[in-house]
């Protein structure tokens, strides 16, 4: 009897090995990845706790160099230790004196840009200070100012044909120097009278604020001799109140440079009650 031969039937199956591989190298790799990710994130944990040690590290610099200060005053045993007391003193030194240089800049810094220093920096004094002019002088002697020289004029004071005028009401220090040549060639005696007039807006009739005279002397020459009256008070004036200087004879005025001016400045705010409110540039 002849038997049916089949070249199959003496090979092994590899269908269960082939899938038993598959599985084993699929958690090889699973594994090795598995491996790689938690060694990555190991690192990251590693860079971060060390970044955090060097952090705390920066933190107590001071305190060990503090230490190394106490140890360098002591004088502990330092031949074991790589101290140099010296340089840590220079260092010491040096480190002081940048604090106090930061720390003066940042004082002035704050200083110059608080609100104090700004409003400092806004606020207007209130004052003049006029030369005296021999241009537009009237025939009733009211003496003309202008505006030369170191003269200032604040912007809430009007200085109009020898007449400044007040913007802002308050205490004032109201003062004048009038130079002028004696009259020698005259026979008159008549003193030379300086005075100084308050006109207010609400009368006809001017107030007499400060008077000064000078009597002739009998000492007679034809060159010029020149004197001075100077005279200045503290007085209550008023929003459009106008002051004016008179003299006896406005052509014995010696106009030349520092001799003739006219001048006041605010020095607070006058109450009823008889108070006085330090203005803020008085401060």
């Not at 002591?74 to 106090?100: A, P, Q, Y």
């Amino acid at each position: 009897m002849q038997g049916n031969y089949n070249p199959d039937e003496g090979k092994p199956l590899n269908t269960g090995f082939s899938a038993i591989m598959k599985t084993v190298i699929c958690c090889v790799f699973i594994l090795m990845l598995a491996q790689i990710i938690g060694t990555v994130l190991y690192c990251v944990y590693l860079h971060m706790k060390l970044d955090k040690i060097q952090e705390e590290m920066t933190f107590h610099e001071d305190f060990v160099f503090l230490r190394r200060l106490q140890k360098c005053a002591k004088g502990e045993d330092l031949d074991n230790t790589f101290l140099n007391c010296n340089h840590i003193v220079n260092e010491f030194h040096n480190l002081l004196s940048k604090v106090k240089t930061n720390t003066g800049t940042y004082e002035k810094y704050k200083a110059e840009t608080s609100p104090a220093m700004q409003i400092d920096a806004e606020k207007v004094v209130v004052a003049a200070h006029l030369a005296g002019t021999s241009k537009k002088v009237e025939a009733s002697n009211v003496l003309q100012w202008a505006e030369k020289g170191y003269s200032v004029l604040q912007p809430r004071l009007i200085n109009r044909e020898g007449y400044v005028r007040i913007g802002d009401p308050g205490l004032y220090y109201v003062y004048s120097q009038i130079s002028f040549c004696e009259n020698t060639s005259s026979q008159s005696r008549e003193p030379f009278v300086q005075y100084i007039y308050l006109k207010k807006a609400n009368l006809v009739k001017k107030m007499l604020l400060l008077k000064g005279a000078h009597a002739q002397s009998s000492y007679k020459d034809q060159s010029c001799g020149l004197h001075s009256i100077h005279q200045g008070g503290v007085f209550d004036l008023s929003n459009g109140d106008e002051l004016f200087v008179n003299v006896t004879d406005a052509s014995r005025v010696n106009y030349s440079e520092g001799s003739t001016y006219f001048g006041l400045f605010k020095l607070g705010n006058f109450y009823s009650d008889g108070s006085v409110k330090e203005t803020q540039e008085q401060r």
